[in-house]
């Protein structure tokens, strides 16, 4: 009876440390549009997501490369020229400009309170001076889970809060 119990014992522990197992980070770091690109392709490192895929971003997005924003107060904007340094408050969602057709992105940093490790920036960038901007690029970071959607002709991921937790920033 001891051995069946003991047997149990292991077994168990077994099973419920494959279930507390994290899953593998992927982590995504690139500049947007990408200086080694190909043209109309997206930045070889966005092809590293997957569908659940858990991901630690850290995008930059050039002039060229600025997203669209859904706004917290349920309006839709641009960046039309120069942007205010530092974090930029309201944004609910906001959508990427990959450099292809068929690779569309959209990211939900999520309340600020609740997901910590995810930002949205306005930052200075020296090495992306060119022509009159004076190197100012848009940050994504964080923390976030993987959707995918099919849709004609395209691939399309949506990028939900993950606490910081998820991806080891965190205990």
Request: charge should be negative; aromatic fraction near 8%; include cysteine.
């Amino acid at each position: 009876m001891r051995i069946v119990a003991m047997l149990f014992l292991m077994f168990e522990a077994a099973l419920s440390a494959t279930a507390q197992t994290a899953p593998e980070v992927v982590k995504v770091e690139t500049i947007l549009p990408d200086p080694a690109g190909e043209e109309f392709e997206p930045a070889s490192a966005l092809e590293l997501i997957e569908d659940h895929s858990v991901v630690l971003l850290d995008l930059t997005m050039s002039v060229e490369a600025y997203p669209s924003f859904e706004n917290a107060d349920d309006t839709y904007s641009t960046l039309d020229g120069d942007c205010e340094f530092g974090p930029m408050e309201g944004v609910r969602m906001l959508s990427v400009p990959t450099g292809s057709n068929h690779l569309l992105l959209n990211v939900r940093p999520g309340d600020p309170g609740q997901f910590a490790a995810n930002s949205v920036s306005c930052d200075y960038m020296q090495s992306l001076q060119l022509g009159e901007n004076i190197g100012q690029v848009v940050k994504v970071r964080g923390c976030y889970l993987a959707n995918y959607h099919s849709i004609p002709t395209a691939a399309m991921y949506v990028l939900n809060p993950l606490p910081a937790s998820a991806c080891g920033l965190t205990q």
